[in-house]
């Protein structure tokens, strides 16, 4: 029985230190565009790893004889 007095203001300490993290992340902007990263997945960004297909900078190096990587 002793030990709900411990286990009683801890739990009230989590709490306390969980809705201050909530706090900080609304008030930091964490929250402000919920819907951009799930739609930033649709978009197709992997154009260099299609075969066939070249980017842009890969094309020019082909075009200048240099056959220097960018990393």
Same mark, same amino acid.
């Given at each position: 029985m002793?030990?709900?007095?411990?286990?009683?203001?801890?739990?009230?300490?989590?709490?306390?230190i #969980?809705v201050? &993290? +909530? %706090?900080?992340?609304v008030?930091?902007?964490?929250?402000?565009?919920?819907?951009s990263? #799930?739609?930033? &997945? +649709? %978009?197709?960004?992997?154009d260099?790893?299609?075969?066939?297909?070249?980017?842009q900078?890969?094309a020019?190096?082909?075009?200048?004889?240099?056959?220097?990587k960018?990393?």
């Open positions: 002793d030990i709900i007095y411990v286990l009683v203001p801890l739990s009230i300490l989590l709490i306390g #969980a201050l &993290i +909530l %706090f900080w992340a008030r930091s902007g964490q929250f402000d565009d919920m819907e990263p #799930a739609h930033k &997945i +649709l %978009f197709d960004d992997d260099d790893m299609v075969p066939g297909k070249r980017s900078s890969t020019a190096n082909s075009e200048t004889g240099s056959t220097r960018d990393d």
